[in-house]
């Protein structure tokens, strides 16, 4: 079964563009989530998707914008780029919500260098 | 704020011996822990969960042990191998914020021979 993909692998902009990364969930699953990993630290939760719904969101300005589409794939898209958002994206799907307890499973993430 | 956070942020460990992680976290709402394996270059991999009305879960070579009077999370890696080299996170998912796992800032494990 094939995991949680995302592209492209690497992606370099420069400070004030916009940047669009690709996330497809793994097979059957309906929720899809996105998390910033800048370097040095832990993840800090982004956006989560669920049935082409945004259903929470993190403590980020709202350059930061997504969206999920019917075959479940997301796209995270970041706005007015600035240099700290030079950071490792991670997209992470779980089966049909069923309350607190859903696995989250990650793609390997798309490495964001803003100059 | 309230943040999942982990005591050691380096562990050394030498191959075959048990390896633990240690993960502090501050809000008694959590209902759900998960820890995470992130090896250079790799998204995060799923290793083991455990809900709040359990204190110890085991899976292959690894145990999760939850004490929630002290809000304590812990990972025990039995007979580490070279492989288990990585960071390990743990993870919460708040019982007031569904979908969204608040992360601990990791602890990098270094397996020598």
């Known amino acids: 079964e094939a995991g949680v993909t995302q592209s492209p692998t690497h992606l370099i902009k420069t400070r004030g563009q916009q940047a669009t990364l690709r996330c497809s969930p793994i097979?059957?699953?309906?929720?899809v989530y996105w998390y910033q990993q800048a370097l040095g630290l832990g993840l800090q939760f982004l956006l989560w998707?669920?049935?082409?719904?945004?259903?929470n969101r993190g403590n980020f300005p709202p350059r930061f914008s997504g969206r999920q589409f019917p075959n479940y794939s997301s796209e995270l898209n970041v706005n007015a780029l600035e240099l700290e958002d030079s950071a490792l994206y991670l997209c992470?799907?779980?089966?049909?919500?069923?309350?607190?307890?859903?696995?989250?499973?990650f793609g390997p993430g798309t490495r964001l260098t803003v100059l | 704020g309230e943040s999942v956070g982990l005591h050691l942020p380096t562990l050394s460990v030498q191959e075959g011996d048990n390896s633990i992680i240690n993960c502090a976290y501050s809000?008694?709402?959590?209902?759900?822990f998960i820890w995470y394996k992130q090896e250079s270059g790799k998204g995060p991999q799923f290793i083991i969960d455990?809900?709040?009305?359990?204190d110890k879960r085991q899976g292959q070579r690894v145990t999760v042990l939850l004490n929630k009077t002290v809000k304590h999370l812990s990972l025990q890696i039995a007979a580490t191998q070279p492989g288990d080299s990585a960071v390990y996170f743990c993870?919460?998912?708040?019982?007031?914020?569904?979908?969204?796992?608040?992360f601990g800032a990791g602890t990098q494990v270094v397996v020598t021979p």
């Open positions: 455990i809900r709040s009305n359990m």
């Open positions: 809000n008694s709402a959590s209902d759900y």
């Open positions: 993870a919460e998912n708040l019982g007031d914020s569904w979908g969204k796992l608040q």
């Open positions: 992470a799907s779980s089966p049909v919500y069923s309350g607190v307890y859903n696995e989250q499973f």
């Open positions: 097979s059957g699953h309906t929720s």
């Open positions: 998707y669920d049935e082409g719904e945004e259903r």
